[in-house]
Nanobody, 124 residues
């Protein structure tokens, strides 16, 4: 069973950085592709990044490419999202998710398991 829990959200000034973590308390973490999505108020949930099972192949949305880095530690059942050069457009609830397919612009329906989300607010 996959149970995901995000941490590391908070309030940060424009240009600042945050690192989100997502721990899977189950025993099949390395069997799953991992992804991050986000949802801003009044908007649909959107793809941010995904990562293959081995961690070798990341995929990013154009809006975060070059600023965000997705990584995973299979020994710790954890996936990370390092976020740099944050701006107000990055303000959202960030969700980690587990599924079977990695790639660009994944749809939420392609992911099987979800965390409860972590709020990230970029504000001066």
């Amino acid at each position: 069973q996959v149970q995901l829990m995000e941490s590391g959200g908070g309030v940060v000034q424009p240009g600042g950085s945050l690192r989100l973590s997502c721990v899977d308390s189950g025993r099949t973490f390395s069997d799953h592709v991992m992804a991050w999505f986000r949802q801003a108020p009044g908007k649909e949930r959107e793809f941010v990044a995904s990562l293959s099972r081995s961690g070798a192949t990341p995929y990013y949305a154009d809006s975060v490419k070059g600023r965000f880095t997705i990584s995973r530690d299979n020994a710790k059942n954890t996936v990370y999202l390092q976020m740099n050069s944050l701006n107000s457009d990055d303000t959202a609830v960030y969700y980690c998710a587990a599924g079977r397919l990695a790639g660009y612009n994944l749809s939420p329906i392609e992911l099987d398991y979800w965390g409860h989300g972590a709020q990230v607010t970029v504000s001066s």
